[in-house]
Antibody, heavy 122, light 106 residues
């Protein structure tokens, strides 16, 4: 059974940094493309970024609002995805979801974690 | 960036109704269009990928169609558990969600 478990969320001040983790199990993590999606309270879904598998180049792409501030990385030895967030703003307040990216299914997010809340406030 | 526009933003319907939600892309995305359902307090769930392919385990009353810039999600006969918010997502370049359609019971 595929499981994605996010951790690392919590209150952070504007301008601060935080690193989220996503522990994966139930599939071959090293072959997987992964992404982060966020949802501000009462708002819609916003794609944050995606990282390809190392065999596919390991490259990353980011949404414009987070480019230059957020960094996706992965540790395939630990089956863990990371999201390093810096220069945080109040508008980054959201539940952050980790997802798998299905290369054979139009790159859809076929599995999701339960999410971790990141409030950015002074 | 490619913009995705869903309509309507909210919709009321009866159990048993046929419902259609549309999604329009700001440029052609061929068939790189996916649909998700989200219930309050839960993570989204993939319903349709590649515009018209039904994700495993999703009831056949859900269907998708379209290509290029215009897409639709249809629920053929609404069930009580279908009242939720629906999102489209393009994965052509790179990935963007629509703003969502909230489906409520009438």
């Amino acid at each position: 059974e595929v499981q994605l478990v996010e951790s690392g969320g919590g209150l952070v001040k504007p301008g601060g940094s935080l690193r989220l983790s996503c522990a994966a199990s139930g599939f071959t993590f090293s072959n997987a493309w992964m992404s982060w999606v966020r949802q501000a309270p009462g708002k819609g879904l916003e794609w944050v970024g995606r990282i390809k598998s190392k065999t596919d180049g390991g490259t990353t792409d980011y949404a414009a609002p987070v480019k230059g501030r957020f960094t996706l990385s992965r540790d395939d030895s630990k089956n863990t995805l990371y999201l390093q967030m810096t220069s945080l703003k109040s508008e980054d307040t959201a539940v952050y979801y980790c997802t798998t990216v299905a290369k054979s299914s139009a790159y859809a997010a076929d599995y999701w974690g339960q999410g971790t809340l990141v409030p950015v406030s002074s | 960036d490619i913009q995705m526009t869903q309509s309507p933003s909210s919709l009321s319907a009866f159990v048993g109704d046929r419902v259609t939600i549309t999604c329009r892309a700001s440029q052609s995305i061929t068939n790189y269009l996916n649909w998700y359902q989200q219930k309050p307090g839960k993570a989204p769930n993939l319903l349709i990928y590649a515009a018209s392919s039904l994700q495993s385990g999703v009831p056949s009353r859900f269907s998708g169609s379209g290509s290029g810039t215009d897409f639709t999600l249809t629920i053929s006969s609404l069930q009580p558990e279908d009242f939720a918010t629906y999102y489209c997502q393009q994965t052509y370049s790179p990935y963007t969600f629509g703003q969502g359609t909230k489906l409520e019971i009438k």
